[in-house]
């Protein structure tokens, strides 16, 4: 299960600046707030059994059949459900989000159904891109791939489509309306599939999967396309030039917003005490990310002023 994960600033006093989740900074939820507000009569009755409306509105915008659209309680229950269904033996690349092993480990697996891919696209921590050539590659070896598309819209890069998906036996999206609105506390994603996929999956949906509140909200977001997350690239790339230009720091190239980042001596959980004890700056402790090392951390551009504030920060720890 997730363990040091991101914006865990509730560990800390006084943090400001908080660079450890890679959810678009300083969105605007008040709309939001003010539509869920004015529709109090739905913490009262029970939800859809399944998000039934707001999967047809997601697979009205896509073009797509309703049947290949499966709303979750956030991404993570996606991981979860495909994982249980499937139960095929996994293959996933390191670094990457860690909740695609823990699934799999948490199902019993028929090592002679055959093999599925975890692709993390764009990728948790690197900030990587695959393209739709790379996916299509991809599923020649293996039996079914998961593309895991929670940042999609976190990069300038053209990942793939969900009428693709929905047209293709052999692979499973995984969307994030946490990620795509900034809403993490809502938990919000969904699963675009070919009909054969997501029939299957439906059999281990429990009822009442997501809340009243959280379908309400999924469908006036799908309204609103002003309150989509729009990470500030530019921004992103300069802070990671202003990283690099640090003596011994080690910056992965990244096509998103969040970058992965290695100390040439010190650990990054001294580098997050430090930042968060002496700065009110929280990052996230990458360590426990199979392939990385106590050294590597992450973090996620903020606004100019913090980003600034954050390698003036490190280059103090570097010094001390």
Not at 204 to 232: M, T, Y
Not at 257 to 269: E, I, K, Q, V
């Amino acid at each position: 299960m997730i363990e040091g994960h991101g914006d865990d600033a509730y560990k800390y006093d006084g943090i400001e600046s908080d660079f450890s989740s890679n959810i678009c900074a300083h969105g605007n939820h008040e709309a939001l707030m003010a539509h869920l507000a004015s529709r109090p009569e739905l913490i009262s009755h029970y939800p859809e059994p399944e998000a039934w409306s707001l999967e047809k509105m997601i697979a009205e915008r896509e073009g797509i059949d309703p049947r290949c659209v499966i709303v979750t309680s956030g991404a993570t229950e996606a991981i979860y459900l495909i994982a249980q269904t499937f139960g095929l033996h996994a293959v996933i690349p390191s670094p990457t989000f860690r909740e695609y092993e823990d699934a799999c480990a948490m199902f019993p697996r028929d090592e002679e159904r055959g093999l599925m891919l975890w692709l993390c696209n764009p990728n948790n921590p690197t900030g990587e891109v695959h393209d739709q050539a790379y996916i299509e590659r991809q599923m020649a070896e293996y039996d079914l791939v998961v593309a895991d598309q929670s940042y999609e819209l976190y990069t300038d890069l053209y990942v793939m489509s969900a009428r693709w998906a929905a047209r293709i036996p052999y692979i499973l999206q995984i969307h994030s309306m946490t990620k795509t609105y900034g809403v993490p506390g809502l938990r919000l994603g969904y699963i675009i599939a070919h009909e054969t996929l997501t029939t299957q999956i439906h059999r281990c949906l429990r009822p009442w999967n997501v809340s009243a509140l959280a379908i309400e909200a999924g469908k006036f977001l799908l309204q609103h396309n002003e309150l989509i997350c729009h990470p500030d690239l530019a921004e992103a790339r300069r802070l990671q030039n202003r990283l690099r230009e640090i003596p011994g720091i080690n910056v992965t190239h990244s096509d998103t917003n969040f970058m992965l980042c290695r100390l040439p001596h010190h650990t990054a959980a001294e580098l997050k005490e430090y930042l968060a004890r002496e700065h009110h700056i929280l990052i996230r402790n990458a360590s426990n990310f199979r392939g990385l090392t106590p050294q590597h951390f992450r973090v996620a551009a903020q606004t100019p002023a913090e980003n600034d504030a954050l390698v003036r920060a490190i280059q103090q720890f570097l010094c001390s």
